[in-house]
């Protein structure tokens, strides 16, 4: 039986073929992310993986309201896979907010669902990390979370080579739109033609906008001016401060499909616009009011990097490669008779956090030592008698051909 389409098995390395991924280099990217994310002062949070439907038919905007995953579960409720992480968020920041000091800084790595047509760098599931700060309405937090997002890119191996950070604004936009005396309500159909502009031809956005009163010409001139807002100014200080400048770029072009973000917004992508986006966000200091119907109000900020887009790019610039986690020994067992004597070790290495492969059932020696090299043990060890405590231990160092006879209580140590 196949797997549905849009989903990923995932293997140890080596992995069989190009049709599925490998979990030693999934795993890779979640350290780093982990690291980095933690680097910063962010702390991990989970949710569930399903959610009452109306959390994203009224939060997330009509995009992602028609990939949702969702069904009616046995108890006859309206539920959804999480297609993002961020109305949950909301939801649990909302509910115990008064706990936690601000800024609440939380970053969270959960598998979302999206019903999509399957294609380069979109699947039905992928991976994201999440990094979110509530309560902080300065700009600095924006730049804060950009150098995070820079910064995990980095620890992969990427440089200002490889991506582009693209920092936009919707209220920049929404000045262009008063200028031009659109109607308020308007505005998030707006951000969808922008937010469609690279992918649309050129006659069906201008026939879009000028249904809204405006031209094509004045969107492109205002993506051509690149003017900053305040705002903007003040985030790019802060990232230049860092020294990251080479890694952001005005582009207002870059508008974000989903409904929430109110302020400052950003994506990642490869220079070469070889790829869809890697990571996307923005701020959000509406959705927290949304969510509790108006209870509470906490501004939020935050960015979602998905695996398949990041896989893809690591892939095409050689940085996919993980080195395997050798056996730090493989016991030979060679005589029976030692079996006992060599499990009992055996547990002992591995109580001391050393990695132990051995033969679960009796083999020739030379088969259990090519085993040995073949999992690239960086020793092979041996009891050659008994009884303890007398019991002597040959080991070999398998890079520097080095041999000892040592004593069984000395092993630990000579590792
Ligand atoms: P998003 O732009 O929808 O944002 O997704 C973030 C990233 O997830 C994308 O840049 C892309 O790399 C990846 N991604 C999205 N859909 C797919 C897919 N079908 N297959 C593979 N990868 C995909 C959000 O989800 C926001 N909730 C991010 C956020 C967090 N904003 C504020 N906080």
């Known amino acids: 039986m196949d797997r549905l389409p849009g989903f990923r098995d995932f293997y140890p390395n080596p992995v069989p073929n190009g049709d599925v991924w490998s979990l030693d280099l999934r795993n890779h990217i979640f350290a780093q992310w982990r690291r980095v994310a933690k680097v910063y002062g962010f702390q991990e949070y989970d949710g569930p993986p399903v959610e009452p439907l109306d959390l994203y038919t009224t939060k997330s905007g009509q995009e992602i309201v028609g990939q949702l995953y969702n069904f009616t579960d046995k108890g006859g409720r309206d539920v959804s896979l999480r297609p993002e992480m961020t109305p949950t968020l909301a939801r649990m920041v909302a509910a115990h907010e008064r706990g936690y000091k601000k800024p609440i800084k939380w970053f969270s790595v959960p598998q979302v669902f999206r019903y999509e047509r399957q294609q380069k760098g979109r699947l039905r599931e992928h991976f994201q990390l999440n990094a979110d700060i509530f309560g902080e309405i300065d700009p600095a937090a924006d730049a804060e979370l950009i150098a995070l997002l820079i910064d995990t890119l980095r620890a992969l191996g990427l440089s200002s080579e490889d991506f582009v950070i693209r920092l936009s604004s919707r209220q920049a936009w929404q000045g262009l739109l008063k200028s031009k005396d659109c109607e308020p309500d308007r505005e998030y159909e707006f951000f969808q033609i922008i937010d469609k502009l690279e992918r649309d031809s050129e006659e069906s956005t201008a026939s879009k906008l000028a249904a809204m009163g405006l031209s094509l010409d004045d969107v492109k ?99 996919a490669s993980v080195p395997a986690a050798n056996p730090d020994v493989f016991v030979l067992i060679e005589e029976e008779s030692l079996r006992t004597l060599s499990l009992s070790l055996i547990q002992q290495l591995r109580e001391s956090g050393k990695q132990v492969e051995f033969s679960l059932t009796p083999a020739k020696g030379d088969k259990q030592f090519k085993r040995a090299t073949e999992l690239g043990a960086r020793h092979v060890l041996r009891i050659e008698q008994g009884p303890e405590p007398q019991a002597t231990v040959w080991l070999k160092n398998l890079k520097s051909r080095m041999e000892k006879r040592l004593a069984l209580n000395d092993v630990i140590n000579a590792l």
Do not use: C, N, W
Request: avoid cysteine.
């Open 221 to 319: 001139s205002f993506i051509a001016a690149a003017e900053p807002t305040a705002d903007l100014e003040r985030i790019l200080d802060g990232i230049k401060a860092r020294h990251l400048s080479q890694f952001v770029t005005i582009d207002y072009s870059i508008i974000r499909g989903l409904a929430y973000y109110t302020g400052p917004v950003f994506e990642a992508f490869d220079r070469k616009g070889e790829f869809r986006a890697i990571a996307g966000g923005g701020r959000y200091d509406g959705l927290v009011t949304l969510i509790t119907a108006g209870k509470t109000h906490l501004p939020g900020l935050g960015f979602g990097m998905g695996d398949v887009v990041l896989t893809e790019l690591l892939k095409s610039r050689g940085l």
